[in-house]
């Protein structure tokens, strides 16, 4: 596996690829790699011939409070697990090489709508971030396909509308989330956890299955499971950003008709903001 700091040896290394008729298959990552993000290659691997990764912690994404700063950086140790994923190609570009022009006054990918709720407003121009950062990406490699972790189910579906509405021809893979043994969704930002939280953080998977179980057996009082669950969480030592139940495919509110559901979950542990969901299709459960 190569790793290449400027775009002009990916372009080469890409187009090289390209020439032996092999497929594309991209994994956008700020790194510090979990097996969370070994999955996204594994599974791009097993779709594409030639699986190129990028590693760039992109200031566009991050808010003026946020952790960019200490937002782990690991190139060394994130090399080891690509390699081992079955990773081609590594880009990790520099944010001059990203950006030559600087940040202020930069052309914009604008996310759509949807980018406004749960994450989105409480992260204002976070997804214009990532979809800016996504589609540079995009021009630089034009990947076949490109694989995203389900764990952020709201960028999946912002960075498919985005597909979607500028006729981009690249697959969009969702990659179901990988947990710990305990049921806590892997996170780069778990590792900022103290060893007290890191016990406590699973509780929030276990709300959002007690959830699913109760809408499963049928109760549709969406309002009444929110309030009670949020009000348990928040006893336990969270800080809750939000809890919601949403159509899957619009992010809109879900009402008592709908099939194809998201449970959705952001809180904070003392500074970590964890997210969460469970994806609920209740199509042919009953
Ligand atoms: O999910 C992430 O790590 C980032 O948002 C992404 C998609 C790499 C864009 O910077």
């Known amino acids: 596996m190569n790793t290449v700091k400027t775009v002009r040896e990916l372009r080469a290394a890409v187009a090289r690829a390209r020439s032996e008729g092999k497929q594309i298959g991209l994994v956008p990552t700020m790194g510090n790699l979990h097996s969370g993000h070994a999955a996204l290659v594994t599974t791009a691997a097993q779709q594409a011939d030639f699986v190129v990764a990028s590693i ?15 937002y782990p950086r690991t190139l060394a140790a994130d090399q080891e697990t690509f390699l081992q994923a079955g990773c081609n190609l590594l880009f990790a570009p520099t944010v001059e090489e990203m950006y030559p022009n600087g940040m202020t006054g930069l052309t914009r990918v604008t996310a759509a709508q949807l980018s406004n709720e749960l994450c989105g407003s409480r992260r204002p121009g976070h997804f214009d971030g990532v979809t800016t950062v996504v589609s540079k990406l995009f021009n630089m490699i034009q990947p076949d396909l490109a694989i995203f972790g389900q764990k952020d189910f709201q960028q999946l579906a912002v960075i498919r509308a985005m597909v979607l509405d500028l006729n981009i021809p690249v697959q969009i893979i969702g990659e179901p989330t990988v947990r710990a043994e305990d049921g806590l969704a892997l996170s780069s930002r778990n590792g900022y956890l103290t060893e007290e939280q890191r016990q406590l953080a699973p509780a929030l998977y ?24 949020l009000a348990q969480i928040e006893a336990k ?48 459960s009953f």
């Open 56 to 70: 760039f912690v992109n200031p566009l994404q991050f808010g003026a409070n946020e952790d960019l700063d200490t």
């Open 206 to 229: 276990r709300h959002l299955n007690e959830i699913a179980q109760a809408i499963k057996a049928g109760e549709r009082d969406y309002a009444g499971l929110v309030r009670h669950h």
């Open 237 to 284: 030592g969270f800080r809750p950003d939000y809890l919601e139940i949403r159509q899957a495919h619009t992010l809109l509110p879900a009402t008592a008709d709908d099939r194809d559901l998201v449970i959705l979950v952001a809180a904070f542990l003392g500074a970590t903001r964890l997210i969460d969901n469970i994806h609920l299709n209740l199509e042919g």
